[in-house]
DNA sequence: CGGAATCCAGATTGATACTG
DNA sequence: CAGTATCAATCTGGATTCCG
């Protein structure tokens, strides 16, 4: 999905959502993220198949869009801690709908 | 996004539902179909920028995981009609919620 | 630990031409 | 009208290596 420069085709605010959420695996990183903060690297356990390099796109993406907050702490190691920003909050009720009709279309 | 054969990244309901609806024009096409049937050159027409391979395959696609049905009238010049089935009706609340954060999130 | 950089194969898409 | 076929260009994602 070529990224979101919140250019909207043809000014249609459904394809302007899935431009943001639509990643190939941003729906499974907010999934998690509307549970609560993750470290990059929790977040690469639990989702099995994801490779670091797309784990990263996909998290600097929902960054830029404003969707996601990245906490570096300056510490030896390393520690990056990611979390729902106001606006990423406010995609709760939209994924919650997704959930449901995944759930009730397959029986997840 | 490679197509769903019904099997769901990581048993997430989320991407489950993201795999059905997520295509680069699936969007729009279920946008309009919300509101009513659809012939194939009218879509085409009320999507400026799409070809008309691509919008044949997002419709094939759609109507493999029976999201629209295709009416193929037996006339000529052909004649063929696109709307959603009673599992594409379920989406609405989806696609509706999506489009409200859409309108809200940008200014449209 | 949490990346960035590079390389590359394969999937997606666009353009164009043709058809029942 | 509503497609299909073909080819070229682009984009994507995976594997690997290196780094502070």
Redesign the interface.
Same mark, same amino acid.
């Given at each position: 999905?070529r990224h979101s420069t919140?250019k909207?085709?043809?000014?249609?605010?459904?394809?302007?959502?899935?431009e943001?959420?639509?990643g190939?695996?941003k729906?499974?990183i907010?999934?998690h993220l509307m549970e609560r903060t993750y470290r990059f690297g929790e977040l690469k356990r639990v989702?099995?198949?994801v490779t670091q390099r797309m784990l990263t796109k996909q998290l600097r993406e929902l960054e830029a869009d404003g969707i996601i907050h990245r906490k570096v702490y300056a510490e030896v190691p390393p520690k990056v801690e990611y979390s729902l920003t106001d %606006?990423g909050e406010?995609?709760r @009720? %939209?994924?919650m709908?997704?959930? @449901?009709?995944?759930?009730?279309?397959?029986g997840?």
């Open positions: 999905m919140y909207c085709n043809n000014g249609c605010p459904v394809e302007a959502t899935l943001i959420i639509g190939k695996w729906g499974v907010l999934y989702m099995p198949g %606006v406010s995609l @009720d %939209v994924m709908m997704m959930r @449901d009709w995944g759930r009730n279309h397959f997840l």
